[in-house]
C-alpha cells in the first residue's frame, strides 16, 4: 500500500446564532456540545464524501483527522473607532463604516485577536496601494548621511523607492532611519531590512501609520 505523500486541510468558518443556553457555556462545552451536535454525520461523512471524489482522480484517502474550535462574537456596538484606526489605518471613514458592517459580529473577545480580524476584513476592502510622497532620512552605505526620494504605501507601510534611487544602498544594520512626509509634523520610524532589485527595503509599522492616520489619509485623498 502507498503510503501518505500530501496532506490537505481544509477550513470552513461557520458564524452560529445560538440559543443564550449555548452562548454562556465556557468555550470547552460549547466546542464539546457542538460536536456532539455534529455528529458522525458530519465529522465522519465529511472524510467519506472527500474520499469518494478524490478517488475519481486516483487519489487514496489514507488517514484523516478532525478539530473543532469555538470562538465566542462580540456585539457590533463594542467596536470603537480607534480599534477600527488601529487596525486599518488606510481605510477612508465611509470604509470604516463598511468594516463595522462587515465585521462586527465576527470579533472575538482577545484584544489581539480582534485586532486581526480588523485588520483582515479592513483589507478584503480594500487592498490596493495608497501612496504618498515622502523622503527616507538614512546613513549610507559610505556611512554619511542621505536621503532617498520615495512613496509610503498607506495600506502596509511599505516604502517604494523611486527608480532614479534604487542603486543607493545603505547602511546595514541601522535603527535610525525615519521616513520625512510633508504635512506631518514628525517623522515616522521605519525599519531598514536589507537590499534588494527593487532597491532598499524600508517599512514603516501598521501601528505607526495609524498615529499619523488623518493627516497621511488627507495627503493620499488629496493625490487620489
Known amino acids: 500500500m502507498k503510503p501518505a505523500n500530501v496532506r490537505l486541510q481544509i477550513h470552513f468558518d461557520l458564524q452560529l446564532a445560538v440559543p443564550d443556553e449555548l452562548a454562556t457555556m465556557d468555550p470547552q462545552q460549547l466546542k464539546a456540545r457542538l460536536a456532539e451536535m455534529l455528529g458522525a454525520m458530519v465529522l465522519q ?3 467519506t464524501i472527500a474520499g ?36 486599518a489605518p488606510h481605510l477612508t471613514d465611509a470604509e ?21 480580524a480588523l485588520r483582515r476584513h479592513g483589507l ?15 546613513m549610507m552605505s559610505n556611512e554619511q548621511p542621505g536621503t532617498l526620494e520615495a512613496s509610503l504605501n498607506l495600506t502596509n507601510g511599505s516604502v517604494m523607492i523611486e527608480a532614479h534611487e534604487r542603486s543607493k544602498r545603505l547602511l546595514a544594520g541601522q535603527e535610525d532611519v525615519a521616513v520625512e512626509i510633508a504635512g506631518v509634523d514628525e517623522h515616522l520610524p521605519a525599519n531598514y531590512a536589507g537590499h534588494t532589485i527593487s532597491g532598499p527595503v524600508i ?10 492616520r488623518d493627516a497621511l489619509l488627507g495627503l493620499w485623498q488629496q493625490g487620489a
Not at 478517488?55 to 480599534?83: F, K
Not at 470604516?96 to 486581526?116: I, K, M, N, Q, Y
Open 96 to 116: 470604516l463604516e463598511g468594516l463595522v458592517a462587515r465585521a462586527g459580529h465576527a470579533l472575538p473577545e482577545a484584544a489581539s485577536d480582534r485586532l486581526r
Open 203 to 212: 517599512e514603516v509599522t501598521v501601528a505607526e501609520i495609524s498615529r499619523h
Open 45 to 47: 461523512g465529511l472524510p
Open 52 to 87: 469518494k471524489q478524490l478517488a475519481r482522480a486516483g487519489v487514496e484517502l489514507r488517514a484523516h483527522a478532525h478539530a473543532i474550535q469555538a470562538t465566542a462574537l462580540s456585539p457590533t456596538s463594542s467596536v470603537e473607532r480607534d480599534e477600527l484606526v488601529t487596525a
Open 124 to 138: 478584503a476592502i480594500a487592498n490596493e496601494f495608497r501612496l504618498v510622497p515622502c523622503v527616507v532620512h538614512a
